[in-house]
């Protein structure tokens, strides 16, 4: 198993004892430029997620979304 995968099967597992904030909010899934309007109250939401660190970890390998409140690759630029 590859440590993404590793990563992500642990974020799965740990969904089950916490609910994250982004938990069936599609905003968090759409294209950024979709919901560039709503992205400081999306960030707020991952702020205050228990899950925010292992969220960061697994959307380092991302290439969609929004984890940990950065949109992929936002970091890199």
């Known amino acids: 198993m590859s440590r ?3 990563l992500y099967t642990t974020l ?3 969904t089950e004892e916490n609910e994250p904030g ?8 759409a294209e950024p430029g979709q919901v560039v309007e709503h992205w ?3 960030r707020r939401i ?10 960061e ?5 991302e290439r969609a979304g929004m984890w940990a409140g950065f949109w992929q690759g936002q970091r890199d630029r």
Do not use: E
């Open 4 to 6: 993404a995968s590793h």
């Open 12 to 14: 799965l597992r740990a």
């Open 22 to 29: 982004c938990a069936g909010d599609d905003r968090f899934i």
């Open 40 to 42: 400081r109250s999306m």
């Open 46 to 55: 991952c702020d205050a997620c228990p899950l925010l660190d292992l969220c």
């Open 57 to 61: 970890q697994v959307g380092m390998g």
